[in-house]
């Protein structure tokens, strides 16, 4: 009986497991009961059964054996989807295509975003068609999207399944060659200026003799007959925009030429000092590429360049200003075409980009963004802008200048010398049936008054304020004669942020932090929970050239120990208790405590969770949203929250929302 019930049962999983499942417990592989633990624990964790079984036998499966399960995969997915599936290692597939349509038609962010890659295009003008290989075919957010990028084209969209592993194959291919593409460039296009020095016009003749209308950089760059000065101030837009910095300082000193730029919100010197001699003719350079005046040398000027590089436009913002060694010039690269617009995009944690999500879609209503000069505030608003951009929607901005180009919305240029301020701008939308409105930035009160008039007369109203943190715009709207129940009426929420340096993922290094450094900012150590936080690898300036010639130098971040800039957020919605601190003129410092108290992460907060999470280190947190005064009003605010974790029982002394050991939220009294 025993015999026959173990019949029974082995026969009944076998004909509940696929012919690949059967063909390894038929040569032996495991047995039936593993392979259902194997097939449960592959839908439980979302390994594939392959590694699953590797893993539970200790021995790796045959070429063959792998063949038959993914050829079998590609028949389940044929059949669940009911388009044909796509195999690489069978099927060539063409990478130049595949490079070009990432780079012309379908973006890389959208192929990562919704794990698909175009293959072809085939057709002639008006019955085009794109073959797209998905992993999952029936995802309607990523048929959208790509209709979208298609429908105006005339191009038709024909799909493919492919599985997960070879979707990454492929993506992974894609960007390494992008990497090695890159590197190849900028190894072609080093910049050396010592050669423009030795034969340099110093006396500015011919400077005036230029022809302007060749704006392409890299053609420019490749000029030999070009004066040395041309030549060397092409020189110094091109190395700034090889190294994605934000600013160019051109600096006048007693004995020489200092040029430093901006990456990263931290200033470094980008070539050896030049010589003093040189100050007058590439001053007057760069006044005449802006159509500045160059004759006049006691009164600030601002103006504008545009150029081409690398088959993209750039503008850069000019400002000169006389000093006591000479006019000290400085520009703002404005290069929209490196920047991903997106809310996801920008802000890592989630439940902040819910918030800023519910905002952005109310009907009516303020939003204000505050933060410094290059905190990113512009980005964030195009993103939100992008998010409600939509052809039923009317959206105008007012922008001095206008940094982005953001298709279907109605873009303005503030031109004050013709009457055209943010005020009056504004005034005029109103007369146009928008349904949001950007004003770049609001400085004045009568720009302030009107844009809670038309937040209050049923428009999403979205502006900038220069104030420390999110409460801090309560009170400075205040200052500009808007009256506190207008402000408790319209005011939807307020995003204060700043930008820290990412530590760079290749060459960070982990640290336990002492209990005195953790105990700065608010922080406690535990003997059973010790914290591992993150240093940068920084490479003192003069080791750096000696580091790069022994091949020791970090590829990513070239010894700076960080590489680009991850986004701090503090965001404060009006809640009714908060709308009624407003109408009852309480301090900005009360209101902040209450929206702490309904759980706003404040700047500090939001920035060491990024140092927990290994993006950023303690000593950018301190640079940059750091403050002492901070930190004891933060604890002030969060005194009732309870003195340990609910989950790992660390002992607490200070009284944060987020437990720093196991990172899970506490509960409040």
């Known amino acids: 009986m025993t015999n026959s019930s ?12 696929s012919p690949f499942s059967n063909k390894l417990i038929q040569a032996g592989f495991v047995d039936g009961g593993q392979m259902q633990q194997a097939l449960v624990e592959s839908r439980k964790t979302g390994r594939t059964l392959t590694d699953v079984l590797e893993s539970m036998t200790g021995q790796q499966l045959s070429p063959e054996l792998l063949r038959q399960y993914k050829k079998q995969q590609l028949f389940e997915l044929k059949i669940l989807y009911g388009v044909e599936s796509l195999d690489p290692e069978v099927e060539s597939i063409s990478n130049t295509q595949v490079t070009q349509l990432i780079g012309s038609l379908i973006s890389v962010d959208i192929c990562r975003r919704h794990c698909l890659v175009p293959l072809s295009k085939t057709g002639e003008a008006g019955s085009q068609s794109v073959l797209v290989a998905m992993v999952d075919p029936e995802n309607l957010e990523a048929q959208d999207d790509l209709n979208r990028i298609l429908r105006p084209l005339e191009i038709k969209l024909r799909r493919m399944v492919i599985t997960v592993e070879d979707y990454q194959r492929l993506m992974a291919k894609y960007l390494d060659e992008q990497v090695a593409k890159e590197k190849k460039r900028d190894s072609a296009k080093a910049v050396d200026v010592q050669a423009d020095l030795e034969d340099l016009d ?9 022809n302007e209308d060749d704006a392409d950089l890299g053609a420019a760059l490749q000029d030999a007959g070009a004066a040395p000065v041309i030549a060397l101030v092409n020189k110094i837009l091109v190395k700034a925009l090889q190294e994605d910095v934000s600013d160019i300082h051109v600096e006048p000193q007693e004995e ?37 005046d160059i004759a006049e040398r006691r009164m600030p000027q601002d103006g504008r360049i545009r150029r081409v590089f690398q088959e993209r436009k750039v503008d850069f913002r000019v400002s000169t200003l006389p000093s006591r060694y000479g006019e000290k010039i400085v520009l703002r690269i404005l290069d929209n075409s490196t920047t991903q617009l997106g809310l996801d995009k920008l802000i890592t944690d989630d439940e902040t980009l819910h918030i800023v999500q519910d905002m952005a879609k109310k009907p009516f209503g303020l939003i204000l963004v505050t933060g410094p000069t290059g905190s990113g505030k512009t980005t964030t608003l195009y993103s939100v802008l992008s998010e409600r951009n939509d052809p039923g929607v009317n959206i105008s ?21 013709k009457g055209m301020n943010f005020a009056s701008i504004l005034r005029a939308f109103l007369r146009q049936d928008p349904d949001v409105i950007l004003v770049g930035e609001t400085r004045d009160p009568e720009t302030a008054k009107t844009a809670i008039e038309a937040a209050l007369t049923g428009h999403l109203v979205l502006t900038t304020l220069h104030t420390n943190d999110a409460a801090g715009a309560v009170s400075r709207l205040g200052e500009m004669g808007v009256e506190p129940f207008q402000v408790a009426s319209s005011l939807i929420g307020v995003l204060a942020q700043r930008l820290v340096r990412r530590v760079c993922e290749k060459c960070k290094i982990a640290y336990q932090p ?10 406690t150590a535990s003997g059973d929970h010790e914290m591992t936080l993150y240093k940068a690898n920084n490479v003192p300036n003069e080791q750096i050239s000696g580091e790069r010639e022994a091949g020791k130098l970090c590829e990513k971040c070239q010894g700076g120990g960080y590489k680009g800039r991850v986004g701090v957020y503090e965001v404060m919605r009006v ?15 009360q209101i902040k405590e209450a929206a702490v108290e309904e759980g706003m992460h404040t700047l500090l907060a939001y920035s060491l969770n990024l140092v927990r999470g290994g993006h950023t ?16 009003s933060e604890l002030k605010a969060k005194r009732k929250s309870v003195l340990s974790c609910t989950t790992c029982a660390a002992e607490l002394h200070h009284e944060w929302l987020d437990c720093p050991y196991c990172l899970t939220p506490r509960y409040k009294d």
Not at 6 to 17: D, E, M, Y
Not at 411 to 416: D, K
Not at 514 to 523: H, N
């Open 617 to 632: 280190t303690l000593e950018e947190v301190e640079r940059v949203t750091f403050t002492d005064k901070g930190l004891e």
């Open 397 to 417: 901005t007012a922008e001095d200048p206008i940094e982005y180009t953001l298709p279907g919305i109605t873009q303005v240029q503030v031109i004050r010398e």
């Open 6 to 17: 173990s019949t029974r049962k082995a026969l009944v999983l076998q004909k509940s497991f």
């Open 202 to 210: 110093l006396d500015g003749s011919g400077l005036e003799d230029v």
């Open 575 to 589: 809640t009714e208790r908060i709308q009624q601190l407003i109408s009852d003129h309480a301090p900005a410092e």
């Open 514 to 523: 002492t209990p005195e450094e953790l105990a700065r900012f608010g922080l």
């Open 256 to 292: 020489f030429l200092r040029i430093r730029f901006r990456k990263d919100g931290v200033l470094m010197e980008a070539f050896p000092h030049l010589p003093k001699k040189i100050i007058p003719a590439v001053c007057a350079r760069f006044k005449i590429i802006s159509e500045l």
